[in-house]
T-cell receptor, first 110, second 120 residues
Framework: AQSVAQPEDQVNVAEGNPLTVKCTYS??????LFWYVQYPNRGLQFLLK????DNLVKGSYGFEAEFNKSQTSFHLKKPSALVSDSALYFC????????WGLGTSLAVNP | DTGVSQDPRHKITKRGQNVTFRCDPI?????LYWYRQTLGQGPEFLTY????????KSRLLSDRFSAERPKGSFSTLEIQRTEQGDSAMYLC??????????????????FGPGTRLLVL
């Protein structure tokens, strides 16, 4: 079955350090992949997506993600984490509806 | 604000009562989706519409759940005879599909703030 996986339930990083939130996929063909962020008690906000073209995708709030076909990964990255980046992050791919990973809780410590 | 809106934002009801939620998508978007999310979990797909046509329903959508999008604009999700297990955040999203697709599509779904339902 096609799916995405987020192997880490929680990621902790110090403010100012680089952060990575991992996502791997099992999707046939050329996948479209998305990252969304959810702040406490709020809806989901679109961060970025990979459709085709450059493997490095830049998105909102200084986030970027690298599509790696050989490793079937689409990890979310940011060079310097902010406390305000603390939230729940979801990787997803579309198959009419969105198929979601289980989410990774990011905690950025001051 | 031209984003997706949902009403109400919060709903508390007693078990056995009926509730109805409304979603207003971004105006030019032809696709509308409903998801359910419980605390700490990812969203679960419920159903989606292309214009006024309901194209897919999840097995999660029991007979007590019904969704409509009568004029291809706003949508309502009704839950009849609510149960405590229905307590969750109900999320609506919309997207613009530029062609009729039967498979994957890369259009972005934009989400509303959600309606949090608590069934006592």
């Amino acid at each position: 079955a096609q799916s995405v996986a987020q192997p880490e339930d929680q990621v902790n990083v110090a403010e100012g350090n680089p952060l990575t939130v991992k996502c791997t996929y099992s999707v046939s063909g050329n996948p479209y992949l998305f990252w969304y962020v959810q702040y406490p008690n709020r809806g989901l906000q679109f961060l970025l997506k990979y459709i085709t073209g450059d493997n490095l995708v830049k998105g909102s709030y200084g986030f970027e993600a690298e599509f790696n076909k050989s490793q079937t990964s689409f990890h979310l990255k940011k060079p310097s984490a902010l406390v305000s980046d603390s939230a729940l992050y979801f990787c997803a791919f579309p198959n009419r509806k969105l198929i979601w990973g289980l989410g990774t809780s990011l905690a950025v410590n001051p | 604000d031209t984003g997706v809106s949902q009403d109400p934002r919060h709903k508390i009801t007693k078990r056995g009562q009926n509730v109805t939620f409304r979603c207003d998508p971004i105006s030019e978007h032809n696709r509308l989706y409903w998801y359910r999310q419980t605390l700490g979990q990812g969203p679960e797909f419920l159903t989606y519409f292309q214009n006024e046509a309901q194209l897919e329903k999840s097995r999660l959508l029991s007979d007590r759940f019904s969704a409509e999008r009568p004029k291809g604009s706003f949508s309502t999700l009704e839950i009849q005879r609510t149960e405590q297990g229905d307590s969750a955040m109900y999320l609506c999203a919309s997207s613009l599909s530029r062609k009729w697709t039967s498979g994957r599509a890369g259009e972005t779904q934009y989400f509303g703030p959600g309606t949090r339902l608590l069934v006592l």
